[in-house]
């Protein structure tokens, strides 16, 4: 007993220091995750569009920044619909918002760039 409260004397300040020095650099676990990764190495690349994409954003009044900034960036990969094997480029579904989605977004993420496939507003 005498040596667990010597663990917990020096462990619980040490876990709040390091609490708050890795806070303060904003630090966090949350990229580590396969959607965040996804999502991070997706908006680094440059962005193209199908035809049928342009279409839709114009029949739907949305434009790039929208898309990029919005439905990638806050949307959520629907890794069971998406083929993140698939070689040389593997593509993806996002739907936007998580909850009630109103847009799905397929795309391919080749090493260079992404090809936005299609857009579908759902509700």
Same mark, same amino acid.
């Given at each position: 007993m005498k040596?667990?409260?010597?663990?917990?004397?020096?462990?619980?300040?040490?876990?709040? +220091?390091?609490f708050? *020095? /890795?806070?303060?650099?904003?630090?966090?676990?949350?990229? @580590?995750?396969? &959607?965040?990764?996804?999502?991070?190495?997706?908006?680094?690349?440059?962005?193209?569009?199908?035809?049928?994409?342009? &279409?839709?954003? &114009?029949?739907?009044? +949305?434009?790039?920044?929208?898309?990029?900034d919005? *439905? *990638?960036?806050?949307?959520?990969?629907?890794?069971?619909?998406?083929?993140?094997?698939?070689?040389?480029?593997?593509? @993806?579904? +996002?739907? @936007?918002?998580?909850?009630?989605?109103?847009?799905? +977004?397929?795309?391919?993420?080749?090493?260079? &760039?992404?090809?936005?496939?299609?857009?579908?507003? /759902?509700?």
């Open positions: 040596k667990l409260k010597f663990y917990a004397i020096g462990f619980i300040p040490g876990l709040l +220091i390091v708050f *020095i /890795l806070n303060k650099k904003g630090a966090s676990c949350s990229g @580590y995750l396969p &959607n965040s990764r996804v999502i991070a190495e997706t908006l680094s690349k440059e962005f193209t569009y199908t035809e049928e994409v342009k &279409n839709a954003m &114009n029949a739907y009044k +949305i434009d790039e920044k929208f898309v990029k919005s *439905i *990638i960036t806050n949307g959520k990969v629907d890794f069971d619909r998406s083929h993140a094997q698939k070689k040389p480029c593997p593509d @993806y579904l +996002i739907i @936007y918002p998580e909850k009630k989605p109103a847009y799905e +977004i397929t795309f391919e993420k080749c090493e260079e &760039n992404v090809t936005v496939k299609t857009l579908k507003k /759902l509700n």
